[in-house]
């Protein structure tokens, strides 16, 4: 018997599928409107709209954006859409809702852009930790889309991971 140790995870043909590394770079901007709102909580149109002339919005070059309100109030979705028109020519991206949101979107366009030809019949690890805020939407978009091609779909890290998907033998 030999007292060699072997790593049977490097000499295996797990291929690992890092979500983090496709981590779109750029500042992240949360644009709370509820300051442009007639006490926070009222959208008057003519205030709104020279709010709006009034602001500087060469703060937002290259950056993603989510639009919000943190009050109750009620805004018609055209205030968000007019906002958008205004942040079209320096932002990345707009969405209304969370950062959650903008980063489920952007990892969404991501994973359809994907090509997955090279996980073809082969077994997949999905990396599970990351230090960078990708969505839990983004896990269940890549799992979906490897189970066309991939052996089997394992989630987690080589060394503890949870089986997901197996190929049946045909």
């Known amino acids: 018997m030999s007292d060699e140790i072997i790593n049977r995870v490097s000499q295996s043909k797990l291929v690992t599928v890092d979500l983090e590394e496709y981590y779109p770079s750029g500042k992240r901007i949360v644009l709370d ?11 008057r149109e003519k205030e709104f709209r020279a709010y709006l002339k009034e ?13 919000t309100c943190s009050t109750e109030a009620i805004v018609p979705g055209w205030a968000y859409m007019l906002i958008t028109t205004k942040l079209h020519p320096y932002a ?11 980063e489920t979107l952007l990892y969404q366009s991501i ?17 599970g930790c990351s230090k960078k805020p990708v969505p839990p939407n ?4 890549i799992a979906d889309k490897l189970q066309s091609v991939a052996k089997s779909i394992m ?7 949870v089986p997901l998907y197996k190929e049946k033998n045909q």
């Open 33 to 43: 409107i509820k300051d442009w709102l007639f006490e926070g909580f009222i959208l």
């Open 55 to 67: 602001h500087d919005w060469e703060q937002y070059k290259d950056a993603y954006v989510v639009l």
């Open 92 to 102: 990345k991206k707009v969405v209304q809702g969370t950062l959650e949101d903008l």
């Open 111 to 127: 994973i359809e852009n994907m090509d997955v030809s090279g996980y073809k019949n082969k077994p997949v690890i999905i990396k």
């Open 138 to 141: 983004a896990y269940i978009m």
């Open 155 to 161: 989630y987690g890290e080589a060394c503890s991971s």
